[in-house]
């Protein structure tokens, strides 16, 4: 009763659809589309009953769109809105700090993946193909050090998995690691590391310059 009292407390402050959401966005990170009902997550937001959920999703596919899209909508601003190769590390910083305020995403993402049925097929694709798409574009005014066209997008793939398997991952890291891999200081250090690594695989500065002055 008191868990419930609280999420309701929530609810005042911030809209019914948020809460939803975020409640949304917990379950199926956890156990996938197939593995939630919609009355565990109308349960989760403090509704009285998953009637009241469908007054803002229309089913249970919409709702999970509705979770996938806002949560992908930042990033694919902040990508789009970069000015690589000298917003670069910028860029990073700003991922991981959404990235380490929304620790349930990275998994939802991996999930979508896991979860490959015709129902969520085109949901997905139309969601996260634009991030891959405006991800490679900017990936390919930003590389110095010798990368082949060809391989673009295999580095592509590699640099979403440094960034986002941290996180997705940090469940199986937490058992295994000294601290906590969802600290400040930890994830702090993984961002440094990153924009390190990043730095690395696309090459020396002055390789990218050189680059984009003979464009």
Do not use: C
Not at 18 to 43: C, N, P, Q, T
Not at 87 to 115: C, F, K, N
């Amino acid at each position: 009763m008191k868990a419930r009292s609280a999420r309701a407390r929530v609810a005042e402050t911030r809209s019914t659809r948020d809460v939803i959401l975020d409640a949304a966005e917990r379950r199926f990170a956890e156990r996938g589309f197939a593995g939630v009902s919609v009355r565990e997550i109308a349960s989760d937001a403090g509704l009285k009953n998953q009637a009241s959920l469908y007054h803002h999703f229309k089913n249970k596919k919409a709702l999970y769109e509705a979770v996938l899209a806002r949560g992908v909508a930042p990033i694919l601003e902040m990508v789009a809105s970069s000015n690589a190769p000298t917003d670069t590390g910028l860029t990073l910083e700003h991922l991981v700090d959404y990235l380490a305020g929304h620790p349930h995403l990275p998994r939802l993402i991996q999930r979508a993946g896991l979860d490959d049925t015709k129902l969520l097929r085109s949901t997905v694709t139309k969601l996260l193909s634009p991030l891959y798409v405006s991800g490679l574009s900017k990936l390919a005014t930003s590389v110095g050090g010798g990368w082949e066209a060809s391989e673009m997008p295999h580095l592509a793939l590699g640099i979403y998995h440094l960034v986002f398997g941290y996180f997705a991952n940090a469940a199986l890291f937490e058992m295994v690691l000294p601290e906590d891999p969802r600290s400040p200081a930890a994830v702090a250090r993984q961002a440094h590391f990153i924009k390190a690594a990043v730095t690395r695989l696309l090459g020396p500065a002055d390789a990218q310059t050189s680059r984009l002055a003979s464009r």
